[in-house]
């Protein structure tokens, strides 16, 4: 363990086991901890946390909290935290399965927020106070500025508004991640919020250590442990081909002028499409791209390397352990071309719209008209949440969705008559991108976007059947502008749970 990490001797002088720091978080306390796609998180608190938590329940004793985070964690958080029965409401952003089986049973309650409005929310105090902020940062500078480790996330709302704050110090975490970060001190809420001058992704406007009043830390913590990112499959033939189409389309849009040689700053969602359109990028013709994103995934530090990306924004890694280790092995390559932000600034509404992001997201299913849902399946049980996916799509220069055109082996449709959930509007939409092909439904009207949509994006199997759909919704419709059977209009989804497909027979 690398003790020279903490250079503030006041805050030295607070260093004590873990589980004495984990022993000042009581009952019904709402805690703000790091951690954003398996980055950053704390390591050792949350576990002592949870076995404190198992041991009060099992003398009887009700002890829970309520926990806040950048977005997804690891397991050894979330997934520590929601065995033991010790969270009682998550927000804003999960995915461990744990968690997950927790919120469909009605045992946690869950907040989905898109990722921009976290840190407003908490400081216009509509959801309450923070008692106590566990956050890890790779190191401490003399004058007690700390130094954030692999993500940003909400570190710096976290930190302000705390009343107690507990600092997991980790060693593993490279120290050349120190000067890769901007963290931006202007943000105010209205009537005095002025225009954050960030004009190329690649703008440095803040500074490059977080803030802590050194009276509200009541306890420093050493670690020594890895972040937990999952590793990333290998794109099947369906990612290449849905990969393919977009990458097509955007040559395509160079060709007839409506976006230059080098693109727009791209973002894109986590997940091994995702990864498939960054490989394709690479064989491209693309050069000096540009990214403002949520998170740097394998794929951008390939991109990175071959100069094909020029530089990246985003508030965390959300990388595979060979890519964590490759990183932090040349993490001096890659520290001038990569800057990590606070999530209220990467995910920032205004500036996405002003920069002209591409935003490629992933989705569950889409329906005729052009309406997303990527948050719930069968209309009611939550997957991951919405994520900044929404902070994205509404305010992108182009908003493109992407996913297999079917799931669990042909027996769902991803092209559905009707969605059983709403995440993003047809009004946020501009593009559905499956593997059988691409609808750019910019400009359309309902009707014509569902042919469109049908013959592009839908799998072979279950054209006839939206088709069919779609022409008595268009002859027995209350309306033809957006023409529904609402009798039938789930059925389909209906139609999977009774029977475990949505085909008929």
């Not at 690649?202 to 050194?214: A, F, S, W, Y």
């Not at 990864?275 to 949520?294: I, M």
């Not at 005729?368 to 220069?397: C, E, K, P, W």
């Not at 297999?404 to 559905?416: E, L």
Request: hydrophobic content about 40%.
């Amino acid at each position: 363990m690398d003790t020279g990490r903490i250079r503030n001797a006041a805050l030295a002088r607070k260093v004590v086991p873990a589980d004495e720091a984990a022993a000042l978080i009581r009952p019904g306390d709402t805690l703000g901890m790091s951690g954003f796609t398996g980055a950053g998180h704390p390591k050792a608190v949350p576990g002592l946390l949870a076995q404190r938590i198992t041991a009060a329940h099992a003398a009887g004793e009700p002890f829970r909290v309520d926990l806040w985070t950048g977005a997804s964690t690891a397991p050894e958080l979330d997934g520590a935290l929601a065995a033991a029965d010790g969270i009682g409401l998550r927000l804003p952003y999960q995915s461990d399965p744990v968690a997950r089986q927790k919120i469909n049973a009605g045992e946690i309650d869950y907040v989905d927020v898109h990722l921009s409005h976290v840190a407003q929310l908490a400081w216009e105090g509509f959801l309450g106070p923070l008692d106590v902020a566990v956050v890890e940062v790779s190191g401490i500078t003399e004058d007690g500025q700390l130094i954030p480790s692999s993500s940003v996330g909400n570190n710096k709302t976290w930190l302000d508004l705390a009343e107690k704050v507990v600092l997991e110090v980790n060693s593993w975490q490279p120290a050349g991640l120190d000067g890769m970060h901007d963290v931006y001190y202007g943000t105010a809420l209205p009537p005095n919020r002025r225009p954050v001058q960030l004009t190329r992704p690649g703008d440095r406007i803040g500074v490059p250590h977080l803030r802590v009043d050194p009276d509200k830390v009541v306890a420093v913590v050493e670690t020594h442990s890895p972040d937990r990112n999952t590793p990333f499959s290998e794109p099947d033939d369906t990612a290449r081909a849905i990969a393919g189409h977009l990458i097509e389309y955007l040559e395509h849009q160079v060709t007839v002028g409506r976006l230059p040689a080098e693109l727009l700053p791209l973002q894109s969602g986590v997940g091994n499409v995702a990864n498939a359109v960054l490989s394709g990028l690479q064989e491209s013709r693309f050069e000096q791209l540009t990214a403002y994103t949520e998170v740097i995934q394998d794929g951008m530090l390939d991109l990175l390397r071959s100069g094909t990306l020029a530089s990246t924004s985003a508030t965390a890694f959300s990388l595979s352990p060979t890519a964590i280790a490759d990183f932090n092995a040349h993490v001096a390559e890659f520290r001038d071309r990569i800057v990590l932000r606070p999530q209220e600034i990467s995910n920032h509404p205004e500036i996405v719209r002003r920069l002209g992001v591409l935003a490629m997201n992933g989705m569950i299913e889409a329906d005729l008209y052009g309406n997303v849902n990527s948050t719930h399946l069968m209309g009611s049980r939550i997957q991951n949440g919405i994520g900044g996916s929404g902070d994205f799509a509404r305010n992108a220069y182009v908003s493109f969705f992407l996913t297999p055109s079917t799931a669990k082996d042909g027996a769902i449709s991803s092209i559905v008559p009707m969605v059983s959930h709403v995440d993003h509007t047809e009004h946020d939409v501009s593009v559905v991108v499956t593997e059988h092909g691409l609808a750019d439904l910019r400009g359309l009207p309902p009707r014509k976007r569902a042919q469109l949509v049908i013959d592009k994006c839908a799998h072979p199997d279950y054209r006839p059947l939206l088709t069919d759909y779609y022409e008595r919704a268009e002859r027995g419709a209350y309306g033809r502008h957006t023409p529904h059977l609402l009798a039938e209009a789930l059925s389909w989804h209906t139609r999977y749970l009774e029977t475990g497909s949505m085909l008929p027979g």
